[in-house]
């Protein structure tokens, strides 16, 4: 079956603008995780959807929101960009909230010039 | 979720065993240790977890001491492509933040040939 699907894979973005990631989970699959992966912080969980519904978040500020819609499909958003938001957002999904297995899409490549 | 400590890289010939160690002298009663893998430019991978018995699955096996403050990933007969970055997690199903994986800066394997 088709794995988790990150669209655009790479983005070049320039300060002060917002830009919107997008997730498509496994089929079948309702929760779905964001994530932010830096070389000076690592891997740092972002947020979780299910069932359209926001029910973890992580140290974020307020720039970083997302959504899921009805069909598990998800969207980050991420506005007033900084050169800091450079970084590989990833997506998981999993079949259910507090399921024992994640399964990770490729990354979106976010650059802010 | 309790904190892990794994040595920052490790080398391995290709066709002998990974051992992979990794401390989690914190772990509470409820918690899981995972093992997810990220090779370079990809998104982690799930290996396998346990919860105090040891666990085999296609991939590895898992050894969880019996007091539970450390584990061993094992890859029996490593391949360069296993070559990846290996990070060990201690997860609680049991609460509302289960969803949330928490990713320490792991071990850098490199299989060698």
């Known amino acids: 079956k088709a794995g988790v699907t990150q669209t655009p894979r790479y983005l070049i973005k320039t300060r002060g603008q917002q830009v919107t990631l997008s997730c498509s989970p496994i089929?079948?699959?309702?929760?779905v995780s964001w994530y932010q992966q830096t070389p000076g912080q690592g891997l740092q969980f972002l947020f979780e959807?299910?069932?359209?519904?926001?029910?973890n978040k992580g140290n974020f500020p307020g720039r970083f929101s997302g959504r899921q819609f009805s069909n598990s499909r998800s969207e980050m958003n991420v506005s007033t960009l900084e050169l800091g938001d450079s970084a590989l957002y990833l997506c998981?999904?999993?079949?259910?909230?507090?399921?024992?297995?994640?399964?990770f899409g490729q990354g979106t490549r976010l650059t802010v010039v | 979720d309790a904190k892990t400590t794994q040595p920052p890289s490790m080398d391995c010939a290709e066709g002998r065993a990974a051992n992979l160690p990794c401390n989690h002298s914190?772990?509470?009663?409820?918690?899981?240790v995972y093992w997810y893998r990220q090779i370079h430019s990809q998104g982690p991978q799930y290996i396998i977890h346990?919860?105090?018995n040891n666990e085999t699955n296609e991939m590895a096996s898992l050894i969880i001491t019996e007091d539970r403050k450390s584990s061993t990933l094992i890859l029996p007969h490593a391949t360069l492509r296993d070559t990846a970055v290996y990070y060990c997690?201690?997860?609680?199903?049991?609460?509302?933040?289960?969803?949330?994986?928490?990713f320490g800066t792991g071990t850098r394997l490199q299989v060698t040939l």
């Open positions: 959807y299910f069932s359209e519904t926001q029910r």
């Open positions: 346990g919860l105090k």
């Open positions: 089929s079948g699959h309702r929760s």
């Open positions: 914190t772990i509470s009663g409820n918690e899981y």
């Open positions: 998981a999904s999993s079949v259910k909230q507090m399921n024992t297995e994640a399964f």
């Open positions: 997690i201690v997860r609680d199903l049991n609460t509302g933040t289960a969803s949330k994986l928490t």
